[in-house]
Nanobody, 115 residues
Framework: QVQLVESGGGLVQPGGSLRLACAAS????????MSWHRQAPGKERELVAR???????KYADAVKGRFTISRDNAKSTVYLQMNSMEPEDTAVYYC?????????WGQGTQVTVSS
């Protein structure tokens, strides 16, 4: 059974940092493309960052230079380091795994950026 469990969300002040983690189980993590997405109230879910099996990464323009995605295949975990956070980063953050045409999502973790 595929499981993706996000953690690390919370409340942070503008300019602050958070590190999200997504612990995966039930599949061969090393074969999966992993990504982080977010959904703000009243908006569609959007891609934040993606990391391929080769460790190549891609970022949304809104987070380039501020967020870093990484993976630890030995721990079956993908991370999202978020720095210089802005109120516009407030959203529920979701982890997703993709193997071929199969996608699975985590339950999400709330991130709120506010003073």
């Amino acid at each position: 059974q595929v499981q993706l469990v996000e953690s690390g969300g919370g409340l942070v002040q503008p300019g602050g940092s958070l590190r999200l983690a997504c612990a995966a189980s039930g599949f061969d993590f090393g074969l999966a493309v992993m990504s982080w997405h977010r959904q703000a109230p009243g908006k569609e879910r959007e891609l934040v960052a993606r990391i391929f099996t080769t460790d190549v990464t891609k970022y949304a323009d809104a987070v380039k230079g501020r967020f870093t995605i990484s993976r630890d295949n030995a721990k079956s975990t993908v991370y999202l380091q978020m720095n210089s956070m802005e109120p516009e980063d407030t959203a529920v953050y979701y982890c997703k795994r993709q193997i071929g045409l199969i996608n699975d999502w985590g339950q999400g973790t709330q991130v709120t950026v506010s003073s």
